[in-house]
């Protein structure tokens, strides 16, 4: 029975002992991957401790001496209007500034520091972002100083989280520079530099002292990046060709840093606020208790610039978004606005990942945006930077009424704002109001609007919160002619309302939904776009190795749904976007449709290197499909290396083990040991030979007693005969 439990056991080992050998990859699969590197939460603003520690760079082509920049002029500079400006932006009057007591010289001149390559705007070819570079040589550079670097870790983590690095040469930014010049910038470095025992530097922010008069605006911009704000400029994105300016002039964050030539900035504004850890803001809550003239009213809340506190106020729209209604003027920097009064703005979630600094791309899907009054959407399509004609006055309304507010579902608010004077009669308020004390009746879909197959059916998601209630309405579309539904009844929870068409929804376009629902005497007003798509593409995870050093390709299989074909714009982001490229656009006209990643390593991986990113497939309204993509940098694998793989290695290992068990084992006659047991024992007899070759005598070698002993051996020598 044993026996045949052992051949049973063999033949297992050996079966899954070879199956193994074939399952490259296997083993990972049931292993833990380590987290890809995340940076730091960068440190927001600490009441009463912000320290910044500041250093002043010259380069043999831009001198201290030549250009008339140095440790005065720095600290005049972050004394005066840099003080000034954090102090009434904060209301924190306990800024301090610690000016590096030399000019350090960079090794390299300003251009090398600052010439922009294929890889990238101060990038080298090889992929190294130069100005990182240099301050990592200026941190070298200052380490034999005696610095406390203690008042600039403000969190205690032994990472320095305030530093300003100021040069002498001119900002690419500025217009002047040329191609050769330093951006000013924040980044985080490649690797953290180590300047005291455990303090590091891993994030700086840089800009130059070159500026003129106006210097101020741009390092304020970037010193705010280091406090956790975004760039709300139009970032560039292949995906959209169309021409907005964010929120232009009335933000830090835009191009507010150049208000009054860069000597006065914008204020930063509410949403730049709560991502600096400054957020002044109070949530509305709208229950609307009080109805009079069959007007439902909610509250009147007042208003004060920053300033004066600048008390705020932000209303929820979904989870994503929020609108913040803030007033401007009476200081020396809101003067130098476009205009003065209430500022509205939308700040939606939903648009992008402030961590990626890459949020207001697409007008259409903006992360931050200004409602303007005039309602002529000039920064939305570019017209201008911002105008006095954006700012609401007193009797202006915006929301449900006046100018129209909606989420990114395309939903018309419930409630109505109204700007009215405070209750002191001095001031400016906010009153509140809805015509219909609000509703129970909401969307539920994604945001921007429906995305279907072509010749699929179309259907639209709502929840009731109220009591039961039978649904009625009138819904259109621009290509599809008028959409009749069911009128059912909707008890409280989410249900699918199938809409049907007129016309057949021809594929890839874009058209609208509009009109509105109404349940239990609440009217839900609609205006959503749908993209009609002949082919969708699926999200999911892409997994695969390349090599460490030469040109490869990774094939990745897009799959899709529909019929017919549909192009989309293909965009690569992440890290990986570093050594991968793709095409410009991908046509979808089969189920598993090709797309090929030409790989160049440029000397950036290394063996065991995890590269990871995003392919975004973008459709023709902006919308997007996320490919995660991993890729395991590896060398080329010989016959050799396979035996090094996990799963090899333990395959050929049960196979030796299965084999051993069925090799035929030899039985020995037992004999007895010295303790009377008895023992198997096989002996082998070594015949001894003298120098000549002859056998030695038996009586040479003697066993007593089961003990072995040995006679002496004749030398070695040979003697001549």
């Known amino acids: 029975m044993q026996r045949i439990l052992t051949v049973v056991a063999a033949l297992l080992l050996l079966v899954s002992g070879a199956a193994l050998t074939q399952s490259e990859g296997w083993l990972t699969r049931f292993s833990v991957e380590p987290e890809s590197e995340q940076h730091e939460p960068l440190t927001p603003w600490q009441f009463g401790r912000e320290h910044w520690f500041v250093v002043v760079v010259d380069f043999s082509d831009a001198t201290t001496q030549d250009t008339g920049l140095g440790v005065a002029q720095a600290t005049s500079l972050m004394d005066g209007e840099i003080r000034d400006y954090l102090a009434l932006m904060s209301g924190d009057d306990d800024v301090t500034f610690t000016v590096h007591n030399d000019v350090v010289r960079a090794e390299g001149t300003s251009s090398s520091y600052g010439k922009d390559s294929a890889a990238g705007r101060d990038f080298s070819t090889d992929g190294e972002f130069l100005p990182g570079q240099l301050v990592a040589e200026v941190l070298e550079s200052m380490s034999k100083d005696q610095i406390d670097w203690s008042p600039h870790d403000l969190d205690d983590d032994g990472v320095v989280d305030r530093l300003l690095v100021l040069h002498t040469s001119r900002g690419q930014e500025t217009g002047s520079g040329g191609s050769d010049r330093i951006w000013s910038h924040f980044t985080h470095l490649m690797e953290p530099v180590e300047v005291a025992d455990d303090v590091t530097v891993a994030h700086y922010a840089l800009a130059t002292m070159r500026g003129g008069t106006g210097a101020g605006g741009t390092v304020v911009h970037e010193m705010l990046h280091q406090l956790g704000a975004i760039d709300l400029y139009p970032v560039h994105d292949p995906a959209w060709t169309g021409s907005w300016h964010g929120?232009?002039?009335?933000?830090?964050?835009?191009?507010?840093?150049?208000?009054?030539?860069?000597?006065?900035?914008?204020?930063?504004?509410?949403?730049?606020?709560?991502?600096?850890?400054?957020?002044?803001?109070?949530?509305?809550?709208?229950?609307?208790?009080?109805?009079?003239?069959?007007?439902?009213?909610?509250?009147?809340?007042?208003?004060?610039?920053?300033?004066?506190?600048?008390?705020?106020?932000?209303?929820?729209?979904?989870?994503?978004?929020?609108?913040?209604?803030?007033?401007?003027?009476?200081?020396?920097?809101?003067?130098?606005?476009?205009?003065?009064?209430?500022?509205?703005?939308?700040?939606?979630?939903?648009?992008?990942?402030?961590?990626?600094?890459?949020?207001?791309?697409?007008?259409?899907?903006?992360?931050?945006?200004?409602?303007?009054?005039?309602?002529?959407?000039?920064?939305?399509?570019?017209?201008?930077?911002?105008?006095?004609?954006?700012?609401?006055?007193?009797?202006?309304?915006?929301?449900?009424?006046?100018?129209?507010?909606?989420?990114?579902?395309?939903?018309?608010?419930?409630?109505?704002?109204?700007?009215?004077?405070?209750?002191?009669?001095?001031?400016?308020?906010?009153?509140?109001?809805?015509?219909?004390?609000?509703?129970?009746?909401?969307?539920?879909?994604?945001?921007?609007?429906?995305?279907?197959?072509?010749?699929?059916?179309?259907?639209?998601?709502?929840?009731?919160?109220?009591?039961?209630?039978?649904l009625t309405g009138s819904l259109r579309m621009d290509f599809g002619g008028m959409v009749t539904f069911e009128s059912v009844l909707l008890d409280e929870g989410a249900h699918v309302v199938e809409l049907n068409p007129e016309q057949t929804l021809v594929g890839d376009a874009v058209d609208r939904l509009s009109g509105s629902l109404t349940c239990s005497g609440t009217e839900l007003d609609l205006d959503m776009p749908v993209t009609v798509l002949n082919r969708i593409p699926q999200p999911y995870s892409v997994e695969d190795s390349i090599n460490v050093q030469e040109l490869s390709e990774v094939r990745v299989d897009v799959r899709n749904t529909g019929h017919g074909s549909s192009t989309y714009t293909v965009l690569i982001e992440g890290p990986l976007s570093r050594v991968a490229s793709a095409p410009d656009r991908i046509t979808l006209d089969h189920d598993m449709t090709p797309l090929t990643l030409s790989i160049d390593p440029s000397g950036l991986l290394q063996e065991g290197m995890l590269v990871r990113g995003e392919i975004h497939l973008v459709d023709l309204d902006g919308g997007r499909t996320v490919l995660s993509v991993t890729l395991t940098a590896e060398d080329e694998t010989t016959g050799f290396d396979r035996f090094r793989q996990p799963e090899v290695a333990i395959g050929v290992s049960m196979i030796l083990i299965g084999v051993s068990l069925l090799w035929p084992r030899g039985r020995s006659k037992p004999v007895d040991g010295p303790q009377g047991q008895q023992q198997e024992a096989v002996q082998h007899r070594e015949v001894m030979l003298d120098p000549w070759g002859r056998p030695i005598d038996q009586h040479d070698e003697v066993v007593q007693d089961g003990l072995e002993a040995h006679g002496e051996r004749p030398a070695t020598d040979r003697q001549p005969l």
């Open 247 to 470: 929120v232009g002039d009335w933000d830090i964050m835009a191009s507010g840093n150049w208000n009054g030539g860069g000597v006065w900035p914008a204020l930063p504004t509410a949403a730049s606020m709560q991502l600096i850890g400054l957020d002044t803001s109070t949530e509305v809550v709208l229950n609307f208790p009080v109805q009079r003239d069959g007007t439902c009213l909610g509250p009147t809340i007042d208003l004060t610039p920053r300033h004066q506190g600048g008390d705020l106020l932000r209303v929820d729209l979904t989870e994503d978004q929020r609108v913040f209604i803030e007033l401007k003027g009476g200081n020396a920097f809101d003067d130098r606005l476009p205009g003065t009064g209430v500022l509205v703005t939308v700040l939606d979630d939903a648009a992008g990942d402030p961590s990626d600094n890459e949020v207001n791309v697409d007008s259409g899907r903006p992360w931050l945006r200004v409602i303007e009054a005039d309602n002529d959407d000039g920064l939305l399509t570019g017209l201008d930077d911002g105008t006095d004609g954006d700012a609401f006055q007193l009797g202006d309304q915006f929301g449900a009424e006046g100018v129209l507010i909606r989420d990114h579902q395309g939903v018309l608010v419930p409630w109505t704002a109204e700007v009215v004077l405070s209750s002191d009669g001095n001031g400016t308020a906010i009153a509140f109001s809805a015509p219909e004390c609000g509703h129970g009746l909401s969307v539920d879909a994604a945001p921007y609007g429906l995305r279907v197959n072509a010749n699929a059916p179309l259907s639209l998601g709502l929840i009731n919160t109220d009591a039961p209630c039978t």
